[in-house]
Structure formats: C-alpha cells, structure tokens
C-alpha cells in the first residue's frame, strides 16, 4: 500500500464515526470522500465515483443556473448541485460551509427589529409609488392594455 491510499482509508475510517452527523468524534465536521468503504478502497473505483459525482453535480448546477432567468427554483438547485458535489469533494464543503454561514448571519440581520422596521417602510413607500404611478395611467388612458395606446 502506498502513502495516499492509507490516508485514504484513514479519512474513511474518521468519517465512519461521524458519518451521520457529519461530524468526527470531537465535534469538528469531517472533510472529504463520503463514498462508501467498498469504492475507497480502490484507487480506480473511487476516481470513476468522483467523476460520477462531479458530472451529476455539474448537471444539477447548469439546470439551476437555467432556471434562474426562468420561471423556478434556480438558486435551490445550485444549492442542490453543490450539496452533491460536497459529498465527495472538500472544496465543495468549504464553498458549502461559508454560504450556510452566510446565509444564518442575513437570517439574523433580516430578523432585527430596526432593519425589519425599515424594510417595512420601504416597502410601504414602493407600494405608494406604484399605487400612484397606477392611478395617474388609469386616470390618463382608462383601463387600457399600453401596447393598445393610440397617441
């Protein structure tokens, strides 16, 4: 056996303990290969799984980069996508990592009562923005489509 395979075995073996919580015994997350024992433990199985998972991954990335102009959830997708690449790939965990941890600090910030305050006064003035914008047009063309508009 040589050097990488054993460290290989050694990352399945710490990620046995903590496989179901994604964490190692000491609480700290586990990085790497979540492949089943069988497929690391051959170089050639474990490579044909990382491109198997690199290419469903990539497929689930470019339908949620399709979707984002299009009606759907484009951005869960991506999500999704990299969520299967960090299955089997650290930098896919680390990327995956920092944007949960991101995401919780914007849930709490949205949460604070001083920022909910003024987002609701924004919207407030948006609303009567459009409402008046809305009124002037009824007001100036009657409930005609603008595309019907004679000058």
């Given at each position: ?5 054993d460290e290989r ?11 179901a919580?994604?964490e190692g ?15 690391q433990?051959?170089r050639?199985?474990?490579l ?13 990335v470019?339908?949620?980069i399709?979707?984002l102009?299009l009606?759907?959830?484009g951005?869960?997708?991506?999500f ?5 690449w ?14 949960k941890r991101?995401?919780?600090?914007a849930a ?7 920022v909910?305050?003024?987002n ?6 948006a ?6 914008a809305m009124?002037v047009?009824?007001?100036?063309f009657?409930?005609?489509m603008?595309w019907?508009i004679?000058?």
């Amino acid at each position: 056996m040589n050097a990488e395979s054993d460290e290989r075995q050694d990352v399945a073996g710490s990620a046995a303990s903590g496989a179901a919580a994604g964490e190692g015994a000491s609480g700290e997350p586990v990085f790497g290969s979540r492949a089943p024992h069988f497929i690391q433990r051959s170089r050639a199985l474990h490579l044909s799984w990382q491109v198997g998972v690199f290419l469903v991954g990539l497929a689930v990335v470019v339908i949620g980069i399709i979707m984002l102009p299009l009606p759907g959830p484009g951005w869960l997708v991506i999500f999704a996508g990299m969520a299967i690449w960090a299955t089997e790939f650290v930098w896919a965990q680390l990327v995956l990592r920092w944007t949960k941890r991101k995401v919780t600090e914007a849930a709490q910030r949205a949460l604070d009562p001083r920022v909910r305050k003024r987002n609701i006064i924004l919207t407030t003035i948006a609303v009567v923005i459009c409402a008046a914008a809305m009124a002037v047009y009824v007001w100036k063309f009657g409930l005609v489509m603008p595309w019907k508009i004679k000058e």
